[in-house]
């Protein structure tokens, strides 16, 4: 029998649901809510889907004892919230960016090979020759940047673990760093972590465009870096080398650092072009560059990314790299390092799959009745809910898997207060076809 234990008045900020029921565990899922918030509809979720029982942890006080003070205001993120709930329904999951296929079988063929034959043992700290190497050449072939493969380049634990060691390395209590909004949601815990003191500019709608005049007075003495997402998750922002090249000039003026978070680097739509942080001359001994290759290959899972930067700033990734992961795994770096020199065709196929994702989900988006903020790069699209008679956008994702059989991410997660994000939902696009083709259609049912 369904059993919820949860009592709304009691509740801590961030609830578990756990699905007990001893050693069946197959049987059962683990569902995650924010049940301050949510704890009459988690009721009306176990109503719906019996056999499980749900047993709730109040955390608010585990918290408080445990977590380190720079960590608690972050919480469990959204992103587990919306997926739970999407997982307690027959959902299209259009929520959090990766996609429903694997990448090039090419690339796993080579690294089920390189784990069979071995070693299968710890590898450089700074990650394998060839395939640091092969970063070289692709930013010489696509940006005509010259990076050195073996004084230049770190690989990480994916992009996330090349932002901490980047963030980390260079970080004292009490520096700015600061922040576009909206940001992506690894920029201010890892800056919190640091102790850093964070300086939220937001970009403008509805191009998304830099601020000038509150960017430039939120760099200051204390200022030691900025972070700049580019192409931009979520909203799809490409910037041009005007607006990185008046970034660069800040960054100068205020002896600051700019960490490039450039993992969509390859998504870039229509005509525009992506530039690379470290193609701007003032930037190319102050830049962190950071890339991935989860999203050019659609292996998320692999987690191996990267960090470029000038010999001595590489240094401190590399210090803190060390103490983090020390290495990554020998097998799939290798296979990425082939994967890195495929031809030109391959990225032009990759993009072009995109953009017909793109314009067929952003289409049908404004044919529902959303405002859609068509993106310029990446594989997100930011819906406005207010033509359809929403203002919520939390409220308006935790109801969509119930309601529609969808999941999305509320934007507001995005932005530090969410004042500004309220009336925009996320959607990614890196699913099939029939996938992208049913979530559509099961909105236009529910919206329309
Ligand atoms: C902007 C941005 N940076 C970094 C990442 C994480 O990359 P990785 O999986 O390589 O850690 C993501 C993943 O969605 C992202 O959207």
Not at 182 to 200: E, G, L, N, Q
Not at 278 to 305: C, D, Y
Request: net charge negative.
């Amino acid at each position: 029998m369904p059993i919820c234990t949860s009592k709304a008045d009691s509740c801590g900020i961030h609830d578990v649901l756990l699905l007990l029921k001893p050693f069946r565990l197959d049987r059962y899922r683990t569902l995650a809510y924010n049940c301050q918030r949510f704890s009459h509809h988690c009721c009306g979720v176990l109503s719906n889907h019996r056999g499980y029982k749900v047993v709730q942890r109040n955390t608010d006080q585990a918290d408080h004892e445990v977590v380190i003070e720079a960590l608690r205001p972050f919480g469990t993120t959204i992103f587990t919230e919306i997926n739970a709930i999407a997982a307690a329904f027959d959902t299209i999951n259009l929520s959090q960016g990766f996609p429903d296929f694997d990448g090039p079988e090419e690339i796993r063929s080579k690294a089920a090979e390189a784990i069979m034959q071995g070693p299968n043992q710890y590898i450089s700290s700074i990650g394998l020759s060839p395939l640091r190497h092969a970063i070289a050449r692709k930013m010489e072939r696509f940006y005509g940047v010259a990076v050195d493969g073996d004084h230049e380049i770190t690989v990480t634990s994916g992009a996330t673990e090349g932002l901490c060691a980047t963030l980390l390395g260079i970080l004292e209590p009490g520096d700015e760093v600061i922040l576009l909004e909206p940001a992506y949601d690894t920029y201010a815990p890892i800056s919190a972590i640091a102790r850093a003191t964070i300086r939220y500019v937001p970009l403008l709608r509805p191009d998304f465009s830099i601020p000038k005049e509150e960017l430039a007075n939120a760099f200051g003495p204390a200022t030691r870096c900025i972070v700049i997402n580019n192409p931009h998750n979520p909203c799809g922002k490409v910037f041009s080398k005007e607006e990185l090249t008046f970034i660069a000039s800040l960054c100068s003026q205020h002896d600051a650092y700019a960490v490039g978070d450039e993992v969509y680097e390859h998504l870039v739509y229509d005509d525009r072009v992506h530039t690379t942080l470290l193609s701007i001359p003032e930037l190319r001994n102050r830049a962190f560059v950071i890339s991935s290759t989860a999203k050019t290959f659609s292996m998320t899972g692999w987690k191996v990314g990267y960090v470029i930067a000038a010999p001595e700033l590489s240094r401190a990734v590399r210090l803190s790299h060390q103490f983090i992961t020390f290495c990554g795994q020998a097998a799939l770096q290798e296979a990425m390092a082939a994967a890195l020199d495929f031809p030109n065709g391959y990225y032009e196929a990759l993009l072009s799959e995109y953009t017909r994702r793109r314009d067929l989900i952003c289409d049908a988006l404004a044919d529902i009745g959303f405002h859609v903020y068509v993106p310029e790069g990446a594989y997100y699209v930011l819906a406005d809910i207010k033509p359809l008679g929403f203002d919520d956008d939390f409220a308006f994702c935790r109801m969509l898997p119930e309601k529609a059989g969808v999941a999305a991410i509320p934007s507001s997660c995005f932005w530090n207060e969410r004042r500004d994000g309220r009336d925009l939902v996320r959607f990614c696009f890196c699913k099939k076809d029939p996938t992208l083709e049913e979530g559509i259609r099961r909105l236009r049912r529910w919206l329309t």
